[in-house]
């Protein structure tokens, strides 16, 4: 834990009202009680301390998002857990007039703006012995890392009958998030299927499937249904949509044929996993999807589909896992201004007419001013840095040479982010600085997957190699 505080509870826990962890270090580890001589009288007054921690790393200086959980009614019935709502971790509890564990009556959850409402890793800590009434002292999660997200209540309704702990790990940007790259290609004689490159399609004649788990980005499964050639396949693939698990990437692309023998059954059935009407059901045309398997679609569902003879049906998107960590992405804001040119800056400009508000993708040159941002100098020292006002998720940087008069563009670079805007971490990649290709041309488009991602609030590119001068323009993709 980068830094704990212990929030001081020996008076507030005595009588109605909240008790709550210093907001510099909002989030609980452990419960410090004290000892009572009688357990028919080990009331919850005895709840002496809270020890409260920072974040983990990248969320330490992270603002906090926080709700209150109505126990009420859960901490009223024995043999029951006492949760927090997925994501969120305890900070802080209420009790009522009454001494008993049943008047501990709403929590404070909080979390980190920017963590994803999912936790890496969770487990139960036993604190059954530890927490009883002829004990005293801290009690906390006995992993390093984990914060308490709920509490357990058995059979009676005294302080000691919380008997274990449920204790969660934040889910890390830097190591715990991954973006993966699907694309979906559709036409008569080959469908393919790929992820982050690799095709994992069939390749069979009708509707080619592939199952990808939302939250890891595991191969479920690799399927196709001929249902041109066997009425039966149509049947057999309604069965395979209905029996796929929620929270699934679904992958679909027609190869040759699709329409022969489909029913109404078998077109809602595509419907649930994230189709859209009207399709169009043409001999041999052609239909690619990116779906998921839940109540809520998110963003990144998408569908092409084609009459014979107008090309292939072609889908692409980048996708972060967990999902929850970024539903929508897009474009952050320098190519439509959204980001401010107050929040762009550099480490040094040829002149005023180079100046870091140029470095925006498609950026033009007008009104006396260049086509790119072009720095002062040509060394390895040179950086341009946008300050995003708050924790984003950049997925992928879009690069971009000079647009006007020169050949110049930026070969490689490296990336470095922060959230204070003064202390900067580089990008890694299995421990080593991550060195970015860069363009070849001054007007190509290339773009860079930041995978995992990066969440902070300042972003830095720092060109290595380039070609003439240092000019570039860019965009950042996330959320």
């Not at 922060?418 to 971490?425: A, D, R, T």
């Not at 720092?462 to 001068?469: G, I, M, T």
Request: a positive charge; hydrophobic letters at 30%.
């Amino acid at each position: 834990y980068p830094v704990c505080r212990y929030g001081n509870w020996w008076g507030s826990f005595d009588r109605q009202g909240w008790s709550l962890c210093p907001s510099s270090s909002p989030y609980i580890v452990g419960l410090e009680r004290s000892k009572s001589n009688q357990g028919q009288n080990d009331y919850i007054y005895h709840l002496e301390a809270a020890k409260c921690c920072q974040g983990t790393i990248p969320f330490i200086n992270d603002e906090q998002d926080c709700v209150i959980a109505d126990w009420v009614g859960s901490f009223d019935r024995s043999r029951t857990w006492n949760l927090c709502p997925r994501g969120y971790y305890l900070s802080g509890l209420e009790r009522s007039h009454g001494q008993n564990l049943h008047n501990i009556e709403k929590a404070r959850c909080c979390k980190p703006r920017s963590q994803p409402l999912v936790y890496k890793d969770c487990y139960k800590e036993n604190v059954w012995s530890k927490f009883d009434h002829h004990s005293s002292g801290m009690v906390s999660c006995a992993r390093n890392g984990y914060y308490i997200t709920g509490l357990y209540r058995s059979g009676c309704d005294l302080l000691y009958c919380v008997e274990e702990f449920m204790c969660c790990s934040m889910l890390s940007a830097i190591e715990d998030v991954k973006v993966l790259k699907f694309q979906v290609r559709s036409g008569c004689g080959l469908a393919l299927i790929k992820i982050d490159g690799h095709d994992y399609s069939k390749h069979g004649r009708g509707y080619n499937f592939v199952v990808v788990d939302g939250w890891t980005g595991k191969v479920e499964s690799r399927v196709y249904f001929d249902t041109h050639a066997n009425v039966g396949n149509v049947n057999n693939m309604i069965k395979f949509i209905q029996g796929i698990a929620t929270s699934k990437i679904v992958l679909a692309a027609i190869q040759d044929e699709g329409r022969k023998s489909m029913t109404s059954e078998a077109y809602k059935a595509l419907l649930t996993i994230g189709a859209k009407e009207p399709m169009k059901r043409d001999y041999r045309g052609s239909f690619a999807l990116i779906g998921f398997s839940g109540n809520i679609k998110p963003g990144f569902v998408k569908q092409v589909d084609n009459l014979k003879g107008k090309g292939p049906s072609i889908v692409e998107e980048l996708i972060t896992l967990p999902y929850t960590v970024c539903r929508d992405p897009r474009d952050l804001g320098m190519r439509t201004g959204k980001i401010k040119d107050s929040q762009i800056s550099a480490s040094s400009e040829w002149n005023r007419q180079h100046g870091p508000d140029n470095a925006r993708l498609y950026f033009r040159a007008h009104s006396g001013r260049t086509g790119a941002w072009s720095a002062k100098v040509n060394d390895v020292h040179q950086w341009i840095q946008v300050d995003f006002k708050s924790s984003t998720v950049v997925l992928a940087i879009n690069i971009q040479g000079r647009e006007d008069c020169c050949n110049q563009f930026v070969r490689s670079y490296t990336v470095s982010w922060s959230n204070n805007g003064k202390i900067f971490y580089p990008y890694k990649h299995q421990g080593k600085v991550k060195v970015f290709p860069g363009n070849k041309d001054r007007h190509s488009v290339v773009q860079q997957l930041i995978s995992p991602p990066i969440i902070a609030g300042y972003i830095r590119v720092n060109p290595k190699s380039w070609n003439q001068h240092i000019s570039l323009r860019l965009e950042f993709i996330g959320c």
